[in-house]
Each structure stands twice: as structure tokens, then as C-alpha cells.
């Protein structure tokens, strides 16, 4: 019987393009930055159309798709996810991290390009750990975030809540989670009121 010997173990990063959207609305200098980020199962495409209304809102809309595709697409469209499926924490958590690398490496290097004034992250219930993570993990990029249908996850943030009270939340459920003029307009009024 042949003796098997390990020779090597380890582990290798793997890169995957991960497309966005970028669009500006709005003829003032210097506007918010929105990044949006769609629930589980969506992609680019579904996002844009659920955004769509949102997109009226004076400033740049950065649109992104989770990386993580689905093994076998839905009715043959294909969704992706924030975080590989696992139920390790530390996967999880590192794909929490890898996702927000690539979200920030992003938006480092349109923020010499645009006039955003500052940054507005809006998320869906089902893409709200990611949200909540970026904001924890990165509290200097965020100033207001918008959540449609879910509530925050503060699990990830330190005991020291004095780095995120800068940080103005707003969340939309029921009626009021419904993207029409109003849900617009109300957003409008209150980006517009800080």
C-alpha cells in the first residue's frame, strides 16, 4: 500500500468581476453619493428596476451586484448573494470583509471624479448584514443610511457607539417601503433636513 504525504495546504485569493452602475441626476455640484445594494437572490438588472423611482433623487446612484452567484438561476436568470452560503462565522465574516474592500475600493476611486458630498448607503431587508456591516466596519464612509423593509444589525459594532453618531438611519417598512413619488419625496425631505 503507496503512503500518501501531505505536501502543501493553503489557501489562494480568487478575484471575480463584480459589476455597478454609476448614474448622476441632477445639475447641482456637489450632491449625496447613494450606493445601493439589493437583497439575496437579485442581481444588477432587478436592482435598477426596483431603484428605478429612487433614481430621481438629486445626486450619483452607484448600483452594485452581490458577487456570489446562485449555482442554478431561478426561471433562468441568475441572482446573487452578499456572502457565499455557509454557516462557519468566519466565512461569513471574511465575506462580509471582502465584499466591503471591493465597495470601498470602488468608491475610492470614483470619489475623485464626482462631487458626492457625502455618502448614502440603501439596502433591502435581505442585503441589510451587508449594509450593516460596511457601516460598522467603516462608520468615516457612511452618513446616512436608508433601509427598506428591515432594521440595522449592530452586532458588528464596537461597545464605543460614539464612532457612529454621526450616523442618521432611516428605515422604511409597510406602506412606506413602497418605491413611488412619495417614498421619493419623503426621502428627499429627509436628506434634505440634515
Not at 441632477?26 to 436592482?47: C, D, M, W
Not at 452567484?69 to 452560503?85: D, N
Amino acid at each position: 500500500m503507496n503512503e500518501k504525504e501531505l505536501l502543501l495546504s493553503g489557501k489562494a485569493t480568487f478575484h471575480v468581476e463584480v459589476p455597478y452602475r454609476l448614474y448622476r441626476t441632477g445639475n447641482a455640484a456637489s450632491q449625496p453619493l447613494y450606493v445601493y445594494l439589493h437583497e439575496n437572490g437579485l442581481n444588477l438588472v432587478r436592482l435598477e428596476e426596483k431603484a428605478n423611482p429612487l433614481l430621481d433623487l438629486p445626486g450619483y446612484h452607484l448600483l452594485f451586484q452581490a458577487p456570489y452567484a446562485e449555482i442554478a438561476p431561478v426561471e433562468g436568470e441568475r441572482g446573487y448573494h452578499w456572502i457565499p452560503e455557509s454557516d462557519d462565522d468566519a466565512t461569513v465574516t471574511s465575506a462580509r470583509e471582502h465584499v466591503s474592500e471591493f465597495m470601498q475600493e470602488v468608491i475610492d476611486g470614483l470619489l475623485p471624479h464626482i462631487q458626492g458630498n457625502r455618502l448614502v448607503l440603501v439596502g433591502w431587508e435581505r442585503s441589510r448584514r451587508q449594509v450593516s456591516y460596511f457601516c460598522a466596519t467603516r462608520p468615516h464612509y457612511v452618513n446616512e443610511l436608508i433601509l427598506f423593509e428591515g432594521s440595522m444589525d449592530q452586532s458588528w459594532m464596537e461597545e464605543d457607539r460614539k464612532r457612529y453618531r454621526h450616523l442618521r438611519v432611516l428605515g422604511l417598512s409597510g406602506k412606506d417601503a413602497e418605491i413611488n413619488k412619495n417614498t421619493v419625496n419623503t426621502i428627499s425631505r429627509w436628506i434634505e433636513s440634515n
